[in-house]
């Protein structure tokens, strides 16, 4: 009876034991996500903004934010409101998945 209980005693806590280690792992992994997603737009809309010959200044206008602000989105120390990222995708007429980052291909921005 003893080796059974010790046996359902090392399995329960093994089980557990897992359970946290895993849920550390995918809370890192989320966390490393969100990172590269960060990277990836605002390292795009600067590289789509320079694509057209824009200054960060007439973006902010278009955005009706400062440039000042703007800048920090491109440099990445503000995350980009997501309205203001559809504005964007639209305005250069790309998809979101090309604005975030999530693809590179150049789709257009989808019709009403």
Do not use: C, W
């Not at 969100?34 to 320079?50: A, C, L, M, S």
């Not at 007429?93 to 291909?105: A, E, F, R």
Request: aromatic fraction near 14%; charge should be positive.
């Amino acid at each position: 009876m003893s080796i059974l209980f010790s046996f359902l005693f090392i399995l329960f806590y093994g089980i557990i034991f897992l359970v946290i280690i895993k849920k550390k792992d995918l809370s890192a992994t989320i966390r490393d996500r969100q990172e590269v997603f960060i990277i990836k737009y605002n390292e795009r809309i600067r590289e789509i903004r320079e694509d057209h010959f824009l200054t960060q200044q007439k973006i902010a206008d278009l955005l009706h934010i400062g440039q000042r602000t703007y800048s920090d989105y491109e440099s990445g120390k503000t995350r980009i409101p997501v309205d203001s990222l559809i504005i964007l995708a639209e305005f250069y007429n790309v998809s979101m998945d090309y604005i975030t980052g999530v693809s590179s291909l150049k789709k257009e921005f989808p019709k009403k």
